[in-house]
C-alpha cells in the first residue's frame, strides 16, 4: 500500500479557489501504472468519490478496482480525504490524496467543470480547463480572470 498525492500548479490571474464542480460527484481523469508488471494502461480511467466497487476475494471496496490487461493481476485505489481548493498562484500544491496497492497513477486531466472565486469573492462555476487556458470576466471587480499553465504530478504523500 501506497499513499500518492495529486499536486498541481496553475497560474490564476485574479481568482483564488480553485476546485472540482461538485467533489463528490466529480469524474476524475487518471493514467494508471500496475505495479507488478509496470504496464501503462493506454487510455485515462474515471474515477467518482460518490462510486465504489467491492476487491474480489475481500469484505473490502474501493474507489478503483482495476484489472491489468497484461498481467491479469487487480489493484485498487481509494480517495483518502477531500479535495483542497488550490489557490497557491504557480507553484505546486496538493488537490488530493489517494491509497494505492498493486497501481500507481502517472497522469492528470482536468477535464470536467471546475470552479473558482473572483477576488471580491464572485463565483465562477463552469470553469473548463480543458484546453489548458480559461478566461473570462468579473463583473464586480470589473478585471479579466484566468488560469492557465495547468500542470499536475503525482508524489508520495
Known amino acids: 500500500m501506497v499513499f500518492l498525492k495529486l499536486e498541481i500548479k496553475a497560474e490564476l490571474e485574479n481568482v483564488t479557489d480553485l476546485a472540482p464542480s461538485g467533489d463528490h460527484d466529480f469524474e476524475y481523469f487518471f493514467k494508471v501504472i500496475c505495479n507488478s508488471c509496470h504496464e501503462e494502461h493506454p ?3 474515471t474515477l467518482k468519490r460518490s462510486e465504489t466497487r467491492n476487491i474480489s476475494n475481500s469484505r473490502g471496496s474501493a474507489h478503483l478496482v482495476w484489472r491489468c490487461g497484461n498481467c491479469k493481476k487487480e ?3 481509494s480517495f483518502v480525504d477531500e479535495s483542497k481548493p488550490y489557490s497557491a ?7 488530493l490524496k489517494m491509497e494505492c496497492r498493486g497501481l500507481e ?5 482536468p477535464k470536467g467543470r471546475w470552479t473558482c472565486k473572483g477576488e471580491t469573492g464572485t463565483n465562477f462555476s463552469d470553469v473548463d480547463l480543458e484546453e489548458d487556458d480559461w478566461v473570462d ?3 464586480k ?6 488560469i492557465s ?9
Open 105 to 109: 497513477f502517472k497522469d492528470f486531466a
Open 75 to 77: 489493484s485498487s485505489a
Open 43 to 45: 487510455k485515462y480511467i
Open 89 to 95: 498562484d504557480g507553484q505546486f500544491a496538493t488537490l
Open 149 to 157: 499553465n495547468i500542470e499536475s504530478r503525482w508524489t508520495r504523500a
Open 141 to 146: 471587480a470589473k478585471v479579466d480572470v484566468r
Open 137 to 139: 470576466y468579473d463583473e
